[in-house]
C-alpha cells in the first residue's frame, strides 16, 4: 500500500467552480501535510502545510486535515484557468524526514 | 520569490558525459535537501537524502556510483550523472527543509541526453 493515495484522474471544471481534491494516508505518525501546484515543466510550488487536524485558508485555497479517518482535502474556490495546473498531496514525518507524495490531480479550469 | 534556486534548468548533453546539476537553499541553511526525478505525467521519484558533511542516502534501485551527490555546505547540494545515456534523459528537482517544516522545491532541471 503506498503511503499517500491520490486518485490521478484528471478534473475539467468550468470556471468559477469549486475545485475538490482528496487524498488518503497510511501512516498515522504523519504530522504535517503539504499540497504543491505544479504547472508543466516546473518545479512544485508549496500551496498549503498544514499541522494536524483541522482547517487552513488561504485566499481562494482550503486546506482540510482529518487525521481520525487519514484524509486530506483541498479545496479551490472560484476557480480562475490560471489554477490550472498538476496538484500533489503529500505527507510527512515532519524534520528531515521525507515526504510521501501523491501522484498528482492534473487540474483543466476551462474558461 | 524562489527559496530553492537549481542550476541549469536546461542542459543538453551527448552520451557518455557527466552533468552536474546545483540545488541552493537562497534564505535558509539545510542540513538536508532531497533529489527527486520525475518523468512526464508522473509523480516525483525520491532519488536521493542529500545530508550535509556526509554521504547520501540513496533509495533502493538508484546506482549511488551514477548519481553522485556532494552536500559541502549549508546552502548547496550537487547531482552529478556520470557518463549519462539516453534512458537518464529526465527531470530533476531538488528540495529543502526550512526548519519551520516546510519542504520547497527548485525549479528542476530537464536533462536531455543524446
Known amino acids: 500500500q503506498k503511503e499517500v493515495e491520490q486518485d490521478p484522474g484528471p478534473l475539467s471544471v468550468p470556471e468559477g467552480a469549486i475545485v475538490s481534491l482528496n487524498c488518503t494516508y497510511s501512516?498515522?505518525?504523519?504530522?504535517?501535510f503539504m499540497w504543491y501546484r505544479q504547472y508543466s515543466r516546473k518545479g512544485p510550488e508549496l500551496l498549503m502545510y498544514t499541522y494536524s487536524s483541522g482547517n487552513k485558508e488561504d485566499g481562494r485555497f482550503t486546506a482540510q486535515v482529518d487525521k481520525s479517518s487519514k484524509y486530506i482535502s483541498l479545496f479551490i474556490r472560484d476557480s480562475q484557468p490560471s489554477d490550472s495546473a498538476t496538484y500533489l498531496c503529500a505527507s510527512t514525518l515532519g524534520g528531515s524526514n521525507r515526504l510521501a507524495f501523491g501522484k498528482g490531480n492534473q487540474v483543466v479550469v476551462i474558461p | 520569490g524562489a527559496v530553492v534556486s537549481q542550476h541549469p534548468s536546461w542542459v543538453i548533453c551527448k552520451s557518455g558525459t557527466s552533468v552536474k546539476i546545483e540545488c541552493r537553499s537562497l534564505d535558509f541553511q539545510a542540513t538536508t535537501m532531497f533529489w527527486y526525478r520525475q518523468f512526464p505525467k508522473q509523480s516525483l521519484m525520491l532519488m536521493a537524502t542529500s545530508n550535509e558533511g556526509s554521504k547520501a542516502t540513496y533509495e533502493q534501485g538508484v546506482e549511488k556510483d551514477k548519481f553522485l551527490i556532494n552536500h559541502a555546505s549549508l546552502t548547496l547540494s550537487t547531482l552529478t550523472v556520470t557518463s549519462a545515456h539516453p534512458e537518464d534523459s529526465s527531470f530533476y528537482i531538488c528540495s529543502a527543509n526550512r526548519n519551520t517544516g516546510e519542504l520547497f522545491f527548485g525549479e528542476g532541471s530537464r536533462l536531455t541526453v543524446l
Open positions: 501512516n498515522s505518525a504523519f504530522q504535517y
